[in-house]
């Protein structure tokens, strides 16, 4: 049974993972420092964004000098696009720079809550689901939009918990629910999530992943909390599989009521 | 000649091969995806693909992020 316990394995398209966090590479202090952030995450796929190489000063070493592409599956982002075409086009840019097929959607419509423009989503899914792309999108938590990424061949959705980088914990809890009852493909909690009890949450409500980045490289050790969201989300989808006991107003004690001394 | 680089004009001799510029430009080959007047190439394409006068070229990378707020 131990054993058992311990395969709990993770499937998307073609691909199984035995880890079902995925971590961003952004806003580390260091590339060490997000190097034993990946490592103490146990994550198995980590999310990058495409961007131009600065031509007038490539000083910096590239991101894939620190990245063992043999140990971690990069998953492109098309973090930062705002239209469909653009992440089409940043899509299938990532998939040349990293030979695969994978893309972690985002189609932002607006700057301040960077919530997804769901419209220009759904659109950009169809055209790369037809060029044959695993479409990984972002997307709020709206029930229907996510039937509808669904019904455009994505291979997973991966509804907000709350906005990206705010650190609120799940806002959506019902919303979750509802998504985790009808969804056919993976479900993951893309962004929101702040500390360790808000991935547990996430994996509580059933979701098949949670995805992070600001939480772990934002915090004042980030290597600590990353083996703490490792510990969470596998707490929380233990729990999730053991089938919690119903929620009650009221007592019921633990120990038996016969036998009690001086009675 | 003048071409569209990242989005910036750009002076080099030419016309040549992407592979040619990439060299120029001391860029490793295979750690970038390189965009050719919108088509976005294969790798294996780099060396017979021509750039011309005023084509315009995008050349991109991996960079740290997980969304959007987190290129800083």
Redesign the interface.
Known sequence: MAEGRSVDLFTIADKTFSSRLI??????SSPAV?VQAHDASGAEMI???????N?SD?SKE???DFIDTSKYF?L??T??CYTADEAV??A???????LSNWVKL?V?GDERT?FPDNEQLIEATRTLVREGFVVLP?TTDDPVVCRKLEDAGAAAIMPLGAP??SGLGIQNVNNLRIIREFARVPLIV??GVGTASDAALAMELGADGV????AI?GAQDPVAMAEAMKLAVRAGRLAFASGRIPRKLYASASSPIEGLVGR | MQITLNGDRYEVAGPLTVTELLAQLEIDARRVAVEHNLTVLKRDAFGATIVHEGDEVEIVNFVGGGSWMANG
């Open positions: 971590v961003g590479t952004g806003k580390y997000m999310t990058v964004a495409v961007r131009r190489v031509i490539r590239s991101l894939l990069l492109p982002n973090a930062g086009r940043t299938r840019l990532g998939r040349e720079a990293g985002e932002i960077l972002y990206i980088g893309d962004a995805l992070m980045n600001t490289a």
